[in-house]
C-alpha cells in the first residue's frame, strides 16, 4: 500500500501517476506555502523584495543546506540542476581548456556542454561508457580513470537519467584524481537528492541536484553546491548579478527581478516529507520500485539490464521484449498509449540502445499501480 494517501497531493485520483522521477509532484500543503509567500509579496512587493527577501533566502539556503549535510555558505539556488552545471563549468572554462563528460549524460547538458566549448574556443571530449547491461562499479570508474587524459574539467552524472544507473562518483573523483590532480570535477545529481543519504560525494567540486524531483518542492528549485574550496572561490551565475562583487552564493541571489517562491517553499517540502520518518520513507520507495520492475520483467519475459549495485533507489528501466530501439517518435507513442489505455503517466527511455520504460516510485505510489502496464508492450508497434 502507498505511504501517503494520494489525496496529500493534487495529483488526478484517476490517474495512475509512475513518473515522479521526471518533474516530481508538488504536495498541497508545500503548494500552499508557496501561495502565501507570493500572497506576502504581492501585498507590498517594494517592502518584500529590498527588506525581506535577502533575510529569507538565507533562512531557506541554511535549511536546505543543514538538510544536505553542508553549510549556507556553500549553497546557492538555481533553477534546475542543467542550469547549474553549465554554470558550475563556465566559471572555469577558458579558451583551450579541455572538458570531459561522458556519452550517456544526460543530453541537455551534453548540448549545453558543446555551446558552451563552442563560446570558448575549448575543446569537448565524450569519453565512451558502458551500456547498462555490461556496467559495473568497476567498469564506471575504470572507463573515466582511463580516458580522462589531460582533461581540465568532468562532468559526470551521479544517477544516469535515461538508464536509472547510479555512478559510484566517489569512486570516480578519487580515481580521477590519481591520474588528474587539478580536474574540476562537476556532478550532475539531477536525481540524487531525497534519494541518496548521505546525497553530496567526496572528493568532487561542485554538485548539483533538483529539489523538485524527489523533495517535492515546486518548481523550479535546485541546489549548487560549492563542496571544494576552490569551487567556492570561483562559481558564478550565467547572468550578472548586482551581487557579483560579494562572491558565492550570494553572488545567485539578485539576479534580475525574478519569482523566488519556490526556493523560498523547498523548506516546506521538507517539513511535508519529516511526517513520515526517513527510514520508512527510503524502505517503500526502494521495495515498490524493486517489486514493480520484477513484476513486469517477468510479465514481459525481459532482463533487468542494470548491475544491483548500480542500482538508482526509486528508479528502474525494465525494457520491452525484443530489444529494439525506439524513435523519438515511439518514445512518445508509447507515453502516449499508457496514457489514453491505462490512464498512466510514464516515461520511456533507450539507454543503451535498448527502449523500456523507466519506473520511479514515491510515496503515493504502490505496487498495484504498476500491475496496468503488463499489456502495454502487446498495444505497441513492433
Not at 529569507?56 to 553549510?71: I, K, P, Q, Y
Not at 510514464?346 to 539507454?351: A, E, H, L
Request: with cysteine.
Amino acid at each position: 500500500m502507498a505511504l501517503a494517501p494520494l489525496t496529500e497531493w493534487s495529483i488526478d485520483s484517476s490517474v495512475r501517476y509512475l513518473n515522479h522521477g521526471s518533474f516530481g509532484a508538488v504536495p498541497r500543503e508545500v503548494t500552499a506555502a508557496q501561495q502565501m509567500i507570493r500572497e506576502q509579496m504581492e501585498r507590498n512587493p517594494n517592502e518584500f523584495v529590498r527588506s525581506h527577501l535577502p533575510t529569507m533566502l538565507r533562512n531557506a539556503r541554511a535549511r536546505c543546506a543543514a538538510e544536505l549535510g553542508t553549510v549556507e555558505e556553500r549553497l546557492a539556488f538555481v533553477p534546475n540542476a542543467s542550469q547549474g552545471v553549465i554554470a558550475a563549468a563556465a566559471a572555469v572554462v577558458r579558451r583551450g581548456t579541455k572538458i570531459a563528460t561522458t556519452t550517456t549524460n544526460y543530453g541537455g547538458v551534453v548540448l549545453g556542454l558543446r555551446a558552451l566549448a563552442q563560446r570558448a574556443d575549448a575543446h569537448l571530449i565524450e569519453l565512451p561508457a558502458f551500456p547498462p547491461t555490461s556496467a559495473t562499479p568497476e567498469t564506471c570508474v575504470a572507463e573515466i580513470a582511463e580516458h580522462i587524459g589531460d582533461a581540465d574539467v568532468l562532468v559526470v552524472d551521479h544517477i544516469v537519467a535515461t538508464s536509472a544507473q547510479l555512478n559510484p562518483v566517489a569512486d570516480i573523483a578519487r580515481a580521477v584524481r590519481t591520474v588528474r590532480p587539478d580536474c574540476f570535477i562537476v556532478v550532475d545529481a539531477a536525481h540524487a537528492v531525497g534519494q541518496l543519504h548521505p546525497a553530496i560525494p567526496a572528493g568532487v567540486d561542485a554538485w548539483i541536484s533538483n529539489f523538485h524531483k524527489w523533495i517535492a518542492s515546486p518548481r523550479p528549485s535546485a541546489a549548487l553546491v560549492a563542496v571544494s574550496d576552490r569551487a567556492a572561490r570561483v562559481l558564478e551565475p550565467l547572468a550578472g548579478s548586482w551581487n557579483a562583487e560579494l562572491g558565492f552564493p550570494l553572488s545567485f541571489d539578485a539576479q534580475g527581478t525574478s519569482d523566488l517562491s519556490a526556493y523560498l517553499a523547498t523548506p516546506a517540502a521538507f517539513d511535508f516529507l519529516a511526517r513520515w520518518p526517513r527510514e520508512a520513507r527510503d524502505r517503500h520507495c526502494r521495495e515498490t520500485v524493486s517489486a514493480a520492475a520484477d513484476m513486469l520483467a517477468q510479465a514481459w519475459g525481459v532482463r533487468l539490464p542494470t548491475h544491483p549495485r548500480l542500482q538508482a533507489p526509486y528508479m528502474r528501466v525494465v525494457p520491452f521484449p525484443g530489444e529494439r530501439r525506439f524513435t523519438t517518435q515511439e518514445e512518445n507513442a508509447a507515453i502516449v498509449t499508457a496514457r489514453q489505455q491505462f490512464r498512466a503517466e510514464i516515461t520511456v527511455t533507450s539507454p543503451g540502445g535498448i527502449s523500456g520504460v523507466r519506473l520511479s516510485a514515491f510515496l503515493y505510489n504502490e505496487v498495484a499501480d504498476y500491475e496496468c502496464l503488463r499489456d502495454l508492450p502487446a498495444l505497441l508497434p513492433r
